[in-house]
Nanobody
Framework: VQLQASGGGLVQAGGSLRLSCAASGSSFSANAMSWYRQAPGRQRQFVAHITSDGTTNYVDSVKGRFTISRDNAKNTVYLQMNSLKPEDTAVYYC???????????WGQGTLVTVSS
């Protein structure tokens, strides 16, 4: 699949953003989807994951604040981010892994900036 992330922007601490990642190509529903982020000068970090059947998991630092979801009819995965903190500032990437073939894809990234 090819992935196109969007929804990033500048927000004040405590605010919210919703990221979207639209997939093109076939078999979106067969892909487990994830969000990663990379802050300046740091390594890319796992944020959230959703399996093809909707099971989710999160890095501890975002639990209770972020929610990952998917709409298979729209070939889109979302990341709802609430109570944003300056340390959430990063480029956010979506990632797909086909559960059957193992093929993987990365989106191009969308920048989230949280001001204090």
């Amino acid at each position: 699949v090819q992935l196109q992330a969007s929804g990033g922007g500048l927000v004040q601490a405590g605010g919210s953003l919703r990221l979207s990642c639209a997939a093109s190509g076939s078999s979106f529903s067969a892909n487990a989807m994830s969000w990663y982020r990379q802050a300046p000068g740091r390594q890319r970090q796992f944020v959230a994951h959703i399996t093809s059947d909707g099971t989710t998991n999160y890095v501890d630092s975002v639990k209770g604040r972020f929610t990952i979801s998917r709409d298979n009819a729209k070939n889109t995965v979302y990341l709802q981010m609430n109570s944003l903190k300056p340390e959430d500032t990063a480029v956010y990437y979506c990632y797909a892994r086909n559960s059957f073939s193992g093929l993987t894809s990365w989106g191009q990234g969308t920048l989230v900036t949280v001001s204090s």
